[in-house]
């Protein structure tokens, strides 16, 4: 193990982690007691959960294609016999009993599998007595796990990885004096397993379960193979280790899982071709092949912030001490874990992070760790581009891909309509019915929304032939709306019916059913227009029949526009029913200012007003995946200071689930595990996603540099951020105000900045009218209307800006300072 430090210190002076691995570290001075203080590792095909024991060490597992049930769907066979009824009772004021018949012949059973877990690996150290100068640490620039302590004069030492490259969980052990290591090897689960040794290899073969009336169709095996310099025996179903100096133990898993209609693969043919290669390599070049697929990703973005002498106390302290101090450093260690645990659990050709990224504990998981696509998903994939970890989100493409074929069938089953829909809900078997009642699950445009990644994907990187290969599923979700929209007979509109605002009914009703909800108004806006955009970039490449360009735009010229309703709110619903001291988590509404670009401050002040007024009567308080959007929306709000407040709210700890009723505002796990409470990893993915909105914003006409920087990070720098139209970002801030700007066009053409701060530099011109780049085109949306109730709407304050152009090339790089 001495040599792998040595290659390890090495390998972080090549790839430029070492300042990293100073600032970037959880660490903990005894062991995990519960879930939600052991720290995680993952290479997106498997999870582990380490506690960092002295007596006994705790491996948790997980392997992502392992779930409940088999290839399935659950598509209503009546829901289309009775879709006229149900649109007409909406459109006639009687949502409740449209609900009812929506609950009746709509949603069927099942509701969608659950994430199982792959139980846990135990290692139990006999010698093991008193302890003392303990530490625990998750090093997030190498992506490792390591544990130390002193025990009986001997020092013992752990250090775990999960490797991407190899594709196998590695802990290697090293004990301070020779032959001082004694060890057993076991395995448990909850779950029905059966366990044989052979050769040093512990195999534990899990069975999969049934759910919901859908019989199991997967099992998972874990290989654990153990190799020692001392002696090691095998016994029946555990391995012991004894006089061993090191040892390292390599840990396999697979699932006969092929795809989402495919359940044919060999799970101990997988693990034994992954081990026969792992077998021939030496820790230390497992080690480094780790590092090197790790670190390139992690290592493309920097942040510093300023630090306290709490910066430096374990990160259970420093998370219980946060409110009111000066660790500002906290918050740039929140938007690296968060980067750190989208690497860890979402990597080209597998599945993509669901509910809990790929780390699970439970037999039944909290909402069975699915993929909620009415936000938790989406949320879980914000950072991926302006985060600089693009190839994160290929999993969610895929997975749109899949859903494009399921929610085909559905499509024509549930609603007599071409392409394809997908609800609020789906799992690894790609379901597209809505499931759950029809409070949450009658939500249409959740795949809808799913699309748009792929079209911000294109704005960040310009890659028409990604865009080309896509273009067939947003065109896919476009035709479905189109077929699905229906003209309100209260109004003209063309609008979504049956759906629901997520999981919020309007003031005076006792349904969430309605038509035309604003968040689906928003929606189809951005899926048809992203549509008609896709096709003026890719030309003759893919063309877009002039029938349904046509028709796009006709219902884009139909759809309601956004309303601004008694109280200065924008409304949630197409009736002005919002309840200003309803403090409802859900603010879907504001999809419209994050993550769409459709409420501008400099385009619609009104509307940017309305949103404003919104967020103040729903309060800062929330759960945890709330307020991660809710950084996000304060961000686009340009008001800094009250996105630092919500994240300070989220950075209260919370020890464990039993702590939540005598700690009501706990949002933070000792491991930083976002709290709904429960735990749901969309919170972490979100306020990294916040973090980096707040320092750089590229969605409205401009790149914006630190729009919205709080007053608690005076001065600080960031490298390697991502502006639509492919401009990598550094930027370096004292005294709150910019001081330098380097800027990197991976793409070419025109590059518009706006600045607090006047700016000088090579080739800059002050900008005028639109901006050439149509990647950073803002929306072009109808007026809003305004309530006759409303007599004032004081429009909220905007800092002066100003603009500039410059011309760039691809592979140039640019550099600005304050002027």
Known sequence: ????????????????????????????????????????????????????????????????????????????????????????????????????????????????????????????????????????????????????????????????????????????????????????????????????????????????????????????????????????????????????????????????????????GNPTARNNRTLATVKKQKPQVLARNHIISYGPQFNRVSLSLPRSAQSDLPTNERLARFAGSGDMEMAALMFQYGRYLLISSSQPGGQPANLQGVWNNKENAPWDSKYTININTEMNYWLAEVGNLPETAEPLFAMIGDLSHTGAKTARELYGCRGWVAHHNTDLWRIAGPVDGATWGMFPTGGAWLTTHIWQHYLFSGDKTYLAKWFPVMKGAADFLLDYLQRDPRNGWLVTVPTVSPEHGPRGKKTTVTAGATMDNQIVFDVLSQVLRAAEVLGTENPLPKESAEAYKKALSQLPPMQIGRYGQLQEWLQDAD??????????????????????????????????NTLTQRGDMATGWSLGWKTNFWARMLDGNHAFQIISNMLHILPNDSFAKDMPDGRTYPNLFDAHPPFQIDGNFGVAAGIAEMLLQSHDGAVHLLPALPDQWSEGKANGLVARGGFLIGIEWKGGKLQKAVVRSTVGGTLRLRSYVPLKGKGLRAAAGDCPNDCLRPADIKQPLRSAELKDLPLRPLRKVYEYDVETRKGATYKFTCG
């Open 1 to 264: 193990m001495r040599t792998i430090k040595c290659i390890i210190v090495a390998l972080l002076a090549f790839v430029g982690l070492q300042a990293a691995a100073q600032r970037y570290m959880l660490w903990y001075q005894k062991p995990a007691a519960d879930w939600h203080e052991a720290l995680p590792i993952g290479n997106s095909h498997m999870g582990a959960m380490i506690y960092g024991g002295t007596h006994r060490e705790e491996v948790q597992l997980n392997e992502e294609t392992f779930w409940s049930g088999s290839p399935h769907d659950n598509n209503s066979k009546e829901a289309l016999g009775h879709l006229q009824e149900v649109r007409s009772l909406i459109f006639n004021n009687q949502e409740e009993k449209a609900y009812d018949i929506i609950n009746k012949y709509f949603i069927k059973t099942p509701f969608g599998m659950k994430y199982l877990l792959l139980g846990s690996m135990f290692i139990d150290f006999p010698d093991v007595k008193d302890v003392s100068n303990y530490r625990r640490e998750l090093d997030l620039s190498t992506a490792m796990h390591r544990v130390s302590y002193e025990s009986n004069g001997v020092k013992y030492t752990r250090r775990a990885f999960a490797s991407i490259r190899d594709n196998v969980i590695v802990m290697q052990m090293e004990a301070g004096k020779k032959n001082a290591l004694r060890f057993k090897v076991s395995h448990a689960c909850p779950l029905q397993t059966r366990h044989q040794v052979s050769n040093h290899t512990l195999t534990a073969t899990v069975s999969g379960v049934g759910h919901e009336g859908v019989p199991a169709g997967l099992t998972a095996e874990c290989q654990m193979y153990v190799q020692s310099d001392g002696v090691t025996t095998d016994h029946a179903d555990y391995i012991e280790v004894s006089g061993a100096t090191e040892a390292t133990i390599f840990i396999v898993a697979a699932t006969n899982y092929v795809n989402y209609h495919d359940v044919s």
């Open 579 to 612: 309840d200003p001291k309803d403090q409802h988590r859900h603010i879907s509404h504001l999809y419209g200012l994050y993550p769409s670009n459709q409420i501008s401050p400099y385009r619609h002040p009104d509307l940017f007003t309305a949103a404003g």
